[in-house]
């Protein structure tokens, strides 16, 4: 069988590494094609609630690198996985998982995924998302506020603490591992259509060789 190709994509807190990852998913839908977030991946803390809130989730220690490396080596070796959930509310994974299937590509979007060299190894195509830090800034105040509940001081409070540094210290540098580089994220089309078009290619040679 076919090795399935793995697509890195990466880049800083509102990038729109999400919003690119999730174009070029919708565009090949229906496809044999998946997609892991690694936000899934952060550790279970046993830590009560109030301490929870302030770990430094951007930093690379946070996040299960383990358990998302034994899950990519799986699904390159066709065996099935369970995702987990995290729960942004309580700060920690929920009981729940996400049954996922092997695919012929997989796309995999998180801050980090390039900081961890087994991790990049494993890519085929590394992608980097490249925004300024005011428009990341204003992506993460709406994105906190509407979809996780947070207030305005809290996000800003843990933007200038943990979220800006940590992003010069840790995801920037990563931006040296990628194959390609998109300005602006999801707004340039140009450079989403030509990463539609390798995985379209990809997902063609797999299916002629099945």
């Given at each position: 069988m076919q090795k399935p190709i793995i697509i890195g994509v990466t880049g800083g807190s509102g990038s729109g590494k999400t919003t690119v990852s999730q174009r070029i998913f919708e565009s090949v839908s229906g496809h044999s094609v998946?997609?892991?977030?690694?936000d899934a991946y952060y550790k279970y803390s046993p830590l009560?609630?109030?301490?929870?809130?302030?770990?430094?989730?951007?930093?690379?220690?946070?996040?299960?690198?383990?358990?998302?490396l034994a899950h990519l080596k799986a699904l390159l070796q066709h065996q099935a996985i369970d995702?987990?959930?995290?729960?942004?509310?309580?700060?920690?994974?929920?009981?729940?998982t996400r049954h996922q299937e092997p695919?012929?590509?997989?796309?995999?979007?998180?801050?980090?995924?390039?900081?961890?060299?087994?991790?990049r190894d494993l890519m085929d195509i590394k992608v980097y998302v490249d925004?300024?830090?005011?428009?990341?800034?204003?992506?993460?105040?709406?994105?906190?506020?509407?979809?996780?509940?947070?207030?305005?001081?809290?996000?800003?409070?843990?933007?200038?603490?943990?979220?800006?540094?940590?992003?010069?210290?840790?995801?920037?540098p990563t931006k040296r591992y990628a194959d390609v580089i998109i300005p602006e994220g999801g707004q340039n089309s140009v450079a989403i259509d030509l990463l539609v078009t390798k995985v379209r290619s990809v997902l063609k040679q797999a299916a002629a060789n099945k």
């Open positions: 998946a997609m892991l977030q690694q009560p609630l109030a301490e929870r809130q302030q770990i430094n989730f951007d930093h690379p220690l946070a996040f299960d690198n383990d358990l998302l995702v987990p959930l995290y729960d942004y509310e309580i700060y920690n994974p929920s009981t729940q695919r012929d590509v997989i796309i995999v979007e998180g801050i980090l995924i390039l900081d961890d060299p087994r991790i925004t300024d830090d005011d428009i990341r800034l204003l992506r993460r105040v709406q994105r906190d506020i509407h979809e996780r509940g947070r207030s305005v001081d809290s996000v800003f409070a843990q933007y200038i603490k943990t979220v800006k540094p940590t992003y010069h210290q840790f995801v920037e």
